[in-house]
């Protein structure tokens, strides 16, 4: 039987990888099995697509030829197109079909491949699925939903472990980012406020899910201004209207509805495995950014109270890794991109830096000696020693044209509030 | 508000020695300010140099690299710089990249002028 076998990975800098396995006869049945790959491409939601052949015995010149227009006709985006296992013959044809089809499409050898691939690989995703333990929702008022990742059948994917979020499409709704989930689920406690018609929305990098329900006001209209206890340290705080309000002892956020009932809109004590927070963002390669991206980290991480001695190592350490891309990857270009993504644990702050420019860098190149720097003055390779001692972890890796540099500052005490 | 601040001047304390104030920071962007100041002041042949970093922020590998840089050529020209002023934060960088051995670093301008005194 004709088979194609869709994965859809995510690696650590949660760039998306499509890999697709052809089974059997490459013909046009199995080629048009490759829509759902190409609509996910077009919709953005993956950057990287491999084809591996290893397991396609045969295939037809239309077949072929068929694949070869599908790839020729991606948009420019995808700019990253790689086939894996192909026989001596299949390379061949290819070439012989399209001679220029090697300049668009690489080649990877398995080494290649098993760096790409992430240690989860996960059946092509389809949708969310969500289910609410009562249809009676009341403002304000705790109920449970259960969130599940399903495939195109609404089967459950238990391998699959995305990072949620949740939106309503009326008034408020706690929590909003929700943590990694787990053989597939998600189950917990969220309120929201509503009131009325309301549409529930949840959605990460690969796929969304929407439930709507009818949300019920409960209670009697209170009065304001009215006082309220703070979810978060219980102090009382005035408020004069339903808005969403920050106490004025500890700075928690939160919202009160028209009958009074508080909605907290952080997401409450951290789980352990999910992120506390994750920022992405780009800039152009020019270090007129630097000081701005600095700011922002230090900003950050004072929201976050990390002490002030790491966040001065953060910044630096920040502030010479960008500073070398710019130097090395871009040779001062101030016209390309550099990507920053940073991931907030409870325990530390992980910052990836990535950019299209050469490959600059290696784990494997050592540390500079201080003195030799010093005594024969020289500027260059400093930045490294520098990240290399500020932060806890620092590693390089180059992936096809993408220079990822990732360093890691575990946190010492944070400072009390 | 401006990203760096390069004022010079000469000491009250010793004419012959010049002083400069870095406001600001100094990263891969604003190192360029301070470099030209550095290539005039060797232009005038002003050799001894104060550098009063008491309203400097923040430096990179970049900003010190500017002193790395001229450096040799000041003392060649039995002059010196002579770092004044240094918050705790800065200290810190110079020392961790061994800095602190490379340059004299002292808490006023009176000690720096001393320090050219003693030179002498």
């Not at chain 1, 599940?148 to 949620?164: C, N």
Request: aromatic share 8%; with cysteine.
């Amino acid at each position: 039987m004709n088979k194609l076998i869709i994965k859809s990975c995510q690696t650590k800098t949660c760039t998306k990888v499509l890999l697709v396995h052809m089974e059997n006869t490459l013909d046009e049945t199995l080629v048009s099995q490759l829509d759902p790959v190409w609509t996910l491409l077009m919709k953005n939601q993956a950057r990287h697509l491999i084809l591996d052949f290893q397991t396609m015995e045969h295939y037809t010149p239309f077949g072929l030829g068929l694949l070869i227009g599908l790839i020729n006709s991606l948009p420019l985006h995808i700019s990253d197109l790689w086939v894996a296992h192909c026989s001596q013959k299949l390379k061949q044809d290819l070439q012989k079909y399209d001679p220029k089809f090697f300049n668009k499409v690489h080649e990877t050898s398995d080494e290649d491949l098993v760096g790409l691939l992430p240690l989860k690989i996960h059946s092509l995703v389809d949708h969310f699925t969500l289910l609410l333990n009562s249809s009676d929702v009341i403002s304000g008022q705790p109920f449970t939903l259960r969130i599940e990742a399903k495939d195109q059948y609404d089967s459950l994917l238990p391998e699959y472990t995305g990072i949620p979020h949740l939106m309503a499409s009326r008034g408020m709704i706690s929590p909003t980012l929700l943590p990694q989930m787990q053989n597939g689920v998600w189950e917990g406690k969220v309120i929201v406020s509503g009131p009325g018609l309301v549409t529930l929305r949840v959605w990460d990098d690969l796929i969304e899910g929407q439930h709507a329900m009818t949300v019920r006001e409960e209670g009697e209209k209170i009065s304001f201004p009215f006082s309220i206890q703070c979810p978060g340290c219980g102090k009382s705080n005035v408020v004069s209207k339903a808005d969403v309000t920050r106490c004025v002892t500890c700075n928690y956020i939160y919202f009160v509805d028209l009958r009074g009932h508080v909605i907290p809109l952080k997401p409450g004590l951290p789980q352990a495995d999910g992120f506390l927070r994750q920022l992405n963002f780009k800039i152009p390669s020019d270090i007129n950014y630097l000081n701005l991206v600095r700011n922002f980290i230090v900003g950050i991480a004072r929201e976050e109270k990390i002490n002030e001695e790491q966040i001065s190592q953060i910044e630096m350490a920040l502030d010479e890794a960008l500073a070398n891309v710019v130097e090395h990857a871009y040779a001062y270009d101030s016209f390309q991109d550099v990507e920053i993504n940073i991931r907030l644990h409870p325990e530390d702050m992980e910052i990836i830096i990535t950019d299209q420019g050469r490959a600059f860098n290696s784990d494997k190149t050592p540390l500079p000696n201080l003195k030799e720097h010093i005594e024969q003055r020289r500027v260059g390779g400093l930045g490294r020693y520098l990240m290399k001692t500020l932060m806890d972890e620092v590693e390089y890796r180059r992936l096809h044209h993408t220079n990822e540099l990732r360093m890691l500052k575990r946190f010492s005490s944070r400072s009390e509030s | 508000m401006k990203k760096i601040n390069v004022k010079v001047h000469s000491s009250e304390i010793n004419p012959e020695c010049t002083v400069v104030d870095v406001e600001g920071f100094l990263d891969a962007y604003t190192v360029a300010e301070l470099e030209e100041t550095f290539n005039n002041l060797i232009k005038e042949k002003k050799f001894k140099l104060i550098i009063n970093l008491a309203k400097l922020d923040y430096i990179s590998s970049a900003g010190l690299g500017t002193f790395m840089g001229v450096i040799d050529e000041i003392r060649d020209n039995n002059g010196d710089i002579v770092l004044t002023n240094l918050s705790p934060k800065i200290y810190k960088v110079f020392d961790l990249l061994g800095f602190s051995e490379l340059f004299q670093i002292v808490e006023t301008e009176t000690a720096a002028v001393a320090k050219f005194a003693e030179a002498n």
